[in-house]
């Protein structure tokens, strides 16, 4: 079972990136994912979720109409579409695996926003 998050990296304040979280080993479809962030000397927050099977979202304030999540079951696979970055938004960025049987974490991923 694992979560192996991409697509973070440095860029500037307004500018864009895409994560991906590519799952392997178990039944992906099955799974609500969401997307996490830690900034240093904070705790982990949630940022989105995107339900299964229906697919419905649910964003954190502080990204909303700024970010986007999104799933590809064929894929196996959830990104996070993140325009208008901000400073604010420097974090690790994890992506998590959950249903009622339990969860699980990818390694994260860095995002840094700064001029």
């Known amino acids: 079972v694992q979560l192996v998050e991409s697509g973070g990296g440095l860029v500037q304040p307004g500018g864009s990136l895409r994560l991906s979280c590519a799952a392997h080993?178990?039944?992906?479809?099955?799974?609500?994912m969401s997307w996490y962030r830690q900034a240093p000397g904070k705790e982990r927050e949630l940022v989105a979720v995107?339900?299964?099977?229906?697919?419905?979202?649910n964003y954190a304030d502080s990204v909303k109409g700024r970010f986007t999540i999104s799933r590809d079951n064929a894929k196996n696979t959830v990104y996070l579409q993140m325009n208008s970055l901000k400073p604010e938004d420097t974090a690790v960025y994890y992506c998590k695996a959950a249903r009622f049987t339990g969860s699980f974490w990818g390694q994260g991923t860095q995002v840094t926003v700064s001029s």
């Open positions: 080993g178990f039944t992906f479809s099955s799974y609500d």
């Open positions: 995107i339900t299964n099977p229906g697919g419905s979202t």
